[in-house]
């Protein structure tokens, strides 16, 4: 079963966006699917629970999505009336993708060693 990336981009209302705050924010999730119409009802599915919860919880660290060995503390909430529209990008992972323990160590599903680079 493939896995994927799936980034979704708020763009943020530039009459709403405070001083010094980014125009788009992203949340990004790896999951997946046995076929494409499970990836675009995963899409629809995400973008309503962000309506339901009338905002979006993300993290302003860039870094924090590139090493999935740091604990992401440092998130917010942006409410619905400050975003404008949503888009939703997908990218097939190809190899294993580590996971994070229960100890919060970064593992492969295989018990491989994980490479640091």
Same mark, same amino acid.
């Not at 799936?6 to 763009?11: L, Q």
């Not at 919880?57 to 992401?72: A, C, F, N, Y």
């Given at each position: 079963?493939?896995?994927? /990336?799936?980034? !979704?981009?708020?763009?943020?209302? +530039? ?8 125009? #788009?924010?992203? @949340? ?10 499970? /990836?675009?009802? !995963?899409?629809?599915?995400?973008? +309503? ?8 919880? #993300?993290?302003? @660290? ?56």
């Amino acid at each position: 079963m493939p896995e994927y /990336l799936i980034t !979704f981009t708020a763009y943020i209302d +530039a009459r709403k966006r405070p001083e010094n705050f980014p125009r #788009v924010i992203q @949340d990004k999730v790896v999951a997946s699917f046995d076929s494409g119409l499970l /990836l675009v009802d !995963f899409v629809n599915k995400r973008v +309503a629970v962000y309506a339901q919860n009338q905002g979006m919880g #993300v993290t302003l @660290d860039q870094d924090l999505i590139e090493d999935l060995s740091i604990i992401d503390t440092n998130r917010i909430w942006v409410p619905m009336h400050m975003i404008t529209h949503f888009t939703a990008t997908y990218k097939t992972i190809t190899g294993e993708m580590p996971q994070i323990s229960a100890l919060g160590l970064t593992e492969m599903p295989s018990g491989k060693e994980v490479v640091k680079h």
